[in-house]
């Protein structure tokens, strides 16, 4: 009798070890798939590799966990079509059928792509320069279908006069860009306006791709006193091949973001591309917590702040003004 009161004993212990273990392996399971369903799903199309786009890229990141969208509440599905027209149809189809609840385009060509792709899913633009001219909306306070976003727009009456305070000798202005990039060209014909506006000459070379850059390089160093560089991906990505060109012959290169200053240009009216980033990041929240995209302004952002590399100033002999340097960033010091 011992006996069987014992094992009786042991039967139940067992039993209630083992249903334990089944209920808190059930709520483990329960509590797995309660995460699956509250993760939310944001597809990242960026257009190429460098430093700018990977900022900006890095920053929506940001951007999404200060907005309270940290790695435990989203799944992030960045692809990079590295400036193949091809692949970015491909991976924006990708990125539909991939389920995201919300798709970011990183520079013009991706946004393009994804608006293409999908007339339901909301498309947030990725700093993009002229989202009107790109014909990604149409009105930039009312946005009438899927797209909304921030758009940098490049300051470049800001750059002009950036031109003629720090190089007041150059008077020839050569213009480099991709004639692949919508956004570029309306940059080139506002800068060509204003400068002309300030008696400059400027002098434009448009390259269909980064295999032309150094031909194009060598052609326009012996033309011009200066170059320009407008926010272009293609040109942005082969931003040190420009640099090195154009220090051999001694000329400045302006350009219009940080990372490129940091790259070889000499001076821009820089916009930090991290900081365009959150706040692409913090739009897609937005819309992650219901805002309707008819009801999300495009936030413009069309100023920035003198960022010099001092060390290509020295380079070039040219002395900054002191009223420049009380304000301007500096991206790249002198003595390295």
Avoid: R, W
């Avoid at 209630?16 to 944001?42: C, N, P, R, W």
């Avoid at 692409?280 to 219901?290: C, I, Y």
Wanted: aromatic share 4%; net charge negative.
């Amino acid at each position: 009798m011992k006996n069987k009161a014992v094992i009786g004993t042991l039967t139940v212990l067992v039993l209630m070890v083992l249903g334990s273990i089944f209920y808190h392996l059930g709520q483990s399971t329960a509590h797995s798939e309660q995460d699956k369903k509250e993760k939310v799903k944001v597809g990242i199309l960026q257009f190429v590799t460098h430093d700018a786009l990977d900022a900006i890229s890095a920053g929506i990141s940001k951007g999404l966990e200060e907005s309270g969208y940290d790695k435990d509440k989203v799944v992030i599905d960045h692809v990079n079509a590295e400036a193949d027209q091809s692949k970015i149809q491909t991976m924006s189809k990708q990125l539909v059928a991939n389920g995201n609840d919300v798709l970011v385009g990183v520079a013009t060509p991706a946004a393009q792509g994804l608006a293409n792709a999908t007339k339901e899913i909301p498309v947030v633009m990725g700093a993009i320069s002229d989202p009107v001219g790109a014909k990604l909306v149409s009105d930039l306070k009312h946005p009438s279908a899927n797209v909304t976003g921030v758009s940098n727009q490049v300051p470049v009456a800001q750059e002009v006069d950036l031109i003629t305070q720090l190089t007041p000798k150059a008077k020839t202005i050569g213009v480099l860009y991709a004639s692949s990039e919508d956004n570029s060209q309306s940059q080139v014909d506002q800068f060509e306006t204003l400068a002309k506006e300030k008696g400059l000459t400027v002098k434009t070379y448009a390259v269909p791709s980064t295999n032309e850059i150094t031909a194009t390089m060598s052609v326009m160093t012996g033309k011009v006193d200066a170059i320009f560089i407008p926010q272009d991906n293609t040109i942005a990505s082969a931003m040190k091949t420009v640099a090195a060109s154009a220090t051999k012959v001694k000329l400045p290169v302006y350009v219009v973001d940080d990372s490129m200053v940091k790259n070889g240009g000499f001076a821009a009216v820089g916009q930090n591309q991290f900081d365009l980033g959150v706040e692409t990041g913090k739009m897609v929240a937005q819309l992650l917590d219901g805002k309707a995209v008819k009801d999300t302004p495009v936030n413009v952002i069309n100023t920035g702040t003198p960022t010099l590399n001092l060390k290509v100033a020295k380079e070039l002999g040219i002395t900054i003004p002191k009223e420049i340097m009380d304000v301007a960033e500096i991206s790249v010091k002198g003595d390295k």
